[in-house]
């Protein structure tokens, strides 16, 4: 007699993983070793030996000894805000990890108990890791919690309850409202998922001398919050595109966090600039040096690295010149807007020597000519945001007066002297 095996059986032979649980192990196992790789890149036996190892030493000699021996001085002047600050910082920041992967949308659509036990151990996992991540952090703090601000065992382990329980609401609304929301809608909507457990979490650490028993109330309050998210993070339909996007860009945070000085940011795709978005004439000139000119105006301006360059070395220099003394504070400004007019004529040469530049019938003369009507556009606004920085810490309410001329005429006379010299015709 022929035996008989029914689909759901077949199913469990053909599969390496014949569960969901089995399967998300796996998955689990594999995270581990890709994100251990990912640490050795950057910290072999060598690291391990020479940095890591005496480093913990030292450091846990020094916990030891904030347990033993009088707290430091710096310590005791730090008020106990500072505290909640930190662990608020803490708690508003990470995500979860559901390892979900594009090929499961092929898979295992079409079997929904698999990706939900997927989603409930990655759930469950995630709010593991968030727990010992502050239970790491708030045992660090603790001598100083303890021996500097006066709480008690219970207060601290009330503490490090509430601290849990906020970490998990966070980490569950702001996963759901990221995977469901998309552009402003997305910044709008973390205001009630992040922020305002944010808020409650700093008011209530604040009171906590006055009302100990309230801590445990908003634990307990956030653990209801928590539960519920976690029963509609389970029935949550439709997001599975997002679940990966979102769970890729968690398990790829260590890799992007070692390579963000390597290699740059890739510039998100856009059908339109963000500004100048109908490519109007920037300039009334119609000849086409004027042309010319425009076209590297809008290139410097659209170009996210460029103009964040502009605008970091405009704020370093503002800076600068409010702090140094008011006799120099004329020479430290034609310094710096020599520098910045040194570095618009750089990219002058490298935006004419692009090849699609090259394309045009543009000779010399008239390319000199349109980066001597170019830079000191892009120049005026830093001369001028400098020369009111001079002139309203020297000359008060006069500033008002003299800050556009000065910083007109300052930058006008840089960038003729700078065209002479860096622009062949």
Not at 12 to 33: E, N
Request: overall charge positive.
């Amino acid at each position: 007699m022929l035996r008989r095996i029914d689909m759901s059986d077949r199913e469990r032979v053909s599969f390496a993983f014949p569960t969901g649980p089995r399967l998300f192990l796996r998955r689990l196992i594999s995270h581990w070793r890709e994100q251990s790789a990912i640490v050795r890149t950057a910290a072999d036996w060598t690291v391990l030996l020479y940095i890591i190892i005496p480093g913990g030493l030292l450091g846990g000699r020094f916990y030891y000894g904030f347990w033993v021996d009088d707290l430091p001085a710096w310590s005791t002047s730090i008020p106990f805000m500072i505290i909640p600050i930190l662990l608020v910082l803490l708690l508003a920041t990470g995500g979860m990890v559901l390892l979900l992967l594009e090929g499961d949308l092929l898979f295992l659509r079409q079997r929904e108990n698999w990706i939900r036990a997927i989603i409930l151990r990655g759930t469950i996992y995630s709010l593991v890791v968030t727990a010992l991540k502050i239970a790491v952090v708030i045992g660090l703090l603790l001598p100083f919690i303890i021996r500097g601000y006066g709480l008690s065992s219970e207060a601290a382990l009330s503490l490090l309850v509430l601290s849990i329980t906020c970490g998990w609401c966070i980490k569950l609304l702001a996963h759901i409202v990221k995977v469901q929301r998309q552009g402003w809608q997305r910044w709008l909507w973390q205001i009630p998922a992040i922020v305002l457990p944010c808020v409650i979490y700093f008011k209530v650490v604040l009171l906590w001398n006055d009302y100990p028993a309230l801590m445990w109330v908003a634990a307990l309050l956030f653990a209801v919050v928590t539960g519920l998210a976690v029963r509609y993070r389970l029935r949550l339909r439709g997001t599975f595109m997002n679940d990966v996007r979102e769970d890729y860009k968690q398990r790829m945070k260590i890799a992007a966090l070692m390579l963000r000085r390597v290699l740059g940011k890739p510039r998100p795709t856009r059908y339109k600039p963000w500004i100048f978005r109908r490519s109007q004439p920037l300039l009334s000139s119609k000849e086409p040096e004027s042309r010319l000119s425009a076209a590297a105006i809008k290139a410097l301006i659209r170009n996210p690295a460029n103009l964040k360059l502009y605008a970091s070395f405009t704020s370093v220099s503002a800076m600068a010149i409010l702090i140094v003394p008011a006799g120099l504070k004329w020479i430290l400004l034609l310094i710096l807007t020599s520098l910045m007019a040194n570095w618009l004529f750089s990219f002058w040469r490298t935006f004419v020597g692009d090849d699609y530049i090259g394309i045009l019938p543009f000779n010399k003369e008239q390319k000199a000519e349109a980066g001597s009507r170019a830079v000191p556009i892009l120049l005026m606004p830093f001369s001028v945001i400098c020369a009111a920085v001079v002139c309203f810490s020297i000359y008060d309410w006069w500033g008002l007066i003299l800050f556009i001329p000065f910083g007109g005429m300052i930058g006008f006379m840089v960038a003729k002297v700078f065209s002479t010299i860096r622009l062949e015709r």
